[in-house]
């Protein structure tokens, strides 16, 4: 892996693709250019050692995170309301 400089904004939304249940891997590849191994480590880096162990446990129950285990059903990556812009 590059070395990839993130400022804090893109740590801050990266590590919320990560934690949101419909944001698939692969999403976080398109956008950020880190592998599912490469997220791990990131997050375990950045997170409390039992928020990580919690959201280790959460991405390993969902399939959602994989692209090839969703259900077609699903044809969105983000919640329809994540991008709300206050006014």
Same mark, same amino acid.
């Given at each position: 892996? /590059?070395?990839?400089?993130?400022?804090?904004?893109?740590?801050?939304?990266?590590?919320?693709? #990560?934690?949101?249940?419909?944001? =698939?891997?692969? #999403?976080? &590849? +398109?956008? @950020?250019?880190?592998?599912?191994?490469?997220?791990?480590?990131?997050?375990?880096? /950045? *997170?409390?050692?039992? !928020? @990580?162990? &919690?959201?280790?446990?959460?991405?390993?129950?969902?399939? !959602?995170?994989?692209?090839? *285990?969703?259900? =077609?059903?699903? /044809?969105? #990556?983000?919640? *329809?309301?994540?991008? +709300?812009?206050?006014?």
């Amino acid at each position: 892996m /590059n070395k990839l400089t993130l400022t804090e904004e893109d740590l801050s939304r990266l590590i919320e693709m #990560a934690w949101e249940d419909k944001t =698939p891997f692969e #999403a976080i &590849l +398109k956008t @950020y250019h880190l592998d599912e191994s490469s997220v791990m480590r990131l997050m375990q880096k /950045n *997170l409390k050692s039992s !928020s @990580y162990r &919690l959201w280790r446990k959460r991405v390993k129950e969902r399939s !959602s995170k994989h692209l090839k *285990l969703r259900s =077609p059903e699903i /044809n969105r #990556a983000y919640c *329809l309301t994540q991008y +709300k812009i206050s006014r």
